[in-house]
């Protein structure tokens, strides 16, 4: 039997969640216990390597968090905004720490999930990955430094399956740029502009939103003003990033008191 850290993933079926399996059946640093999807999906009762089409990874997909939270140290959760808040409650009582990667919530569902993080370490980052936090500093810096001569717009694309918009990376930015402005985004956000909008407002700080193909996530966050524009970009080219990420965040959390974290708190930025 090992002590390194056991690790359970949620919607073990789904983008994220094979690339998480694989990820960390392939790390030194801890073990894969669980693999968690939902009641009635077809891989329930099957190991998770084979149904991914490989070798057996000795882990059977379930539908019973509490059996497979219990056992564990973390759970890396990247499903749907109301399995993540069902989640919470659970990975609380097995005070597993709680690294959750979904995003599309809502205001009301984000303080649904602050009573479990009294009793367990919560993090969640609308993107995971080391450049996109990165660039999420970058983009408060610049915002700063500008004033509203420079309009502030966030363009994203992502694959034809994603079911948020604007992404939760998007929305990630678009908090850092208001920060850096010293305003609210909710006070200053366009998003979804379509027909006579009229013109754009002065401070306003506008998402515009690509779905095509299997982009795996592109991020611009343009500053345009008359004669100039600057553009910090991130492109992933690989859902791995974001894998490693929430892997970094698994371990992190083992030393950490309950309570909510971000990226910024796991990568120290
Ligand atoms: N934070 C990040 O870095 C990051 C990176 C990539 C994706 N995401 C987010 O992660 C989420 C998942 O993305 P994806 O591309 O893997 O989607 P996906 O649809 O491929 O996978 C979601 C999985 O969750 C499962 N699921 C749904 N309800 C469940 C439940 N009640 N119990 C257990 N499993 C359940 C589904 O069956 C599916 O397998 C999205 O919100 C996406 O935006 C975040
Ligand atoms: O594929 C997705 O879905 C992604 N979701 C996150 C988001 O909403 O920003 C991160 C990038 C990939």
Same mark, same amino acid.
């Given at each position: ?14 983008? &994220? ?105 919560? %993090? ?16 408060? &810096? ?25 992404? *939760?990376?998007?929305? &990630? ?14 006070? %200053? ?6 027909? &006579? ?29 008359? *004669? ?11 859902? %791995? ?29």
């Amino acid at each position: 039997m090992t002590d390194l850290p056991k690790i359970v993933v949620t919607g073990a079926s789904g983008r &994220m969640g094979q690339m998480l399996c694989q990820t960390i059946s392939q790390s030194n640093a801890c073990t894969l216990v669980g693999a968690i999807e939902r009641a009635g999906h077809d891989w329930i009762g099957l190991d998770i390597g084979v149904a991914m089409g490989g070798a057996d990874m000795g882990v059977i997909v379930s539908d019973d968090a509490l059996a497979a939270f219990a056992q564990a140290q973390a759970v890396i959760d990247f499903t749907v905004p109301e399995a993540t808040i069902e989640f919470a409650a659970i990975a609380a009582q097995a005070r597993a720490v709680h690294v959750i990667g979904t995003t599309g919530f809502t205001d009301e569902q984000i303080e649904r999930l602050e009573p479990a993080s009294r009793h367990s370490v919560q %993090v969640r980052a609308g993107n995971m990955s080391l450049g996109v936090n990165l660039l999420t500093k970058l983009t408060q &810096m610049v915002a700063k430094a500008l004033d509203e001569d420079f309009d502030i717009e966030v363009i994203e694309a992502h694959h034809h399956h994603k079911v948020d918009a604007p992404s *939760g990376t998007a929305l &990630m930015l678009g908090e850092a740029a208001a920060a850096g402005r010293g305003v609210a985004l909710s006070d %200053v956000r366009d998003a979804g502009r379509d027909g &006579m909008t009229g013109a754009r407002k002065r401070g306003d700080i506008g998402f515009a939103v690509v779905r095509g193909g299997d982009i795996v996530g592109e991020h611009d966050v343009m500053f345009a003003a008359a *004669g100039e524009r600057i553009v910090l970009r991130h492109m992933a080219t690989d859902r %791995v990033i974001f894998a490693r990420g929430a892997l970094k965040a698994a371990l992190w959390g083992q030393s950490r008191g309950p309570g909510q974290y971000d990226m910024f708190d796991v990568l120290g930025l």
